[in-house]
């Protein structure tokens, strides 16, 4: 229960602080690339887990660290995302 709490913690937190950094940048492509440059280390980071994972072989019944993980790569990419497009389309 506590992890579903982070999880949203780091939500709302990744969409505030996307959504101003989204709205301090200038709306050339430059810009746009600059506000999506955490998403693709978020991708990156999850994939990087995901292999590391793999490479691991079998784990034992039960959630894993590497699922925890993603999951918060996962709020951090959903909060980000939700932040520059609601900036985008309220501008």
């Known amino acids: ?4 709490t982070v999880c ?3 939500l709302a937190l990744s969409a505030l602080v996307s959504s101003r950094r989204a709205g301090l940048l200038p709306r050339t492509p ?27 072989g079998g784990q034992e019944a039960g959630p894993s660290v590497t ?3 993603l999951m918060l790569i996962a ?3 959903a909060g980000w995302f ?3 497009l609601g900036e ?3 501008r």
């Open 1 to 4: 229960m506590y992890f579903l």
């Open 8 to 10: 949203l913690i780091v």
């Open 30 to 56: 430059r810009g746009r690339f600059a506000a999506i440059w955490p998403g693709f280390g978020a991708g990156i980071v999850a994939l990087g887990l995901i292999g590391f994972e793999r490479a691991q």
């Open 67 to 69: 699922n925890d993980l």
């Open 75 to 77: 709020a951090f990419f």
């Open 82 to 84: 939700i932040g520059v």
């Open 88 to 90: 985008w389309e309220w």
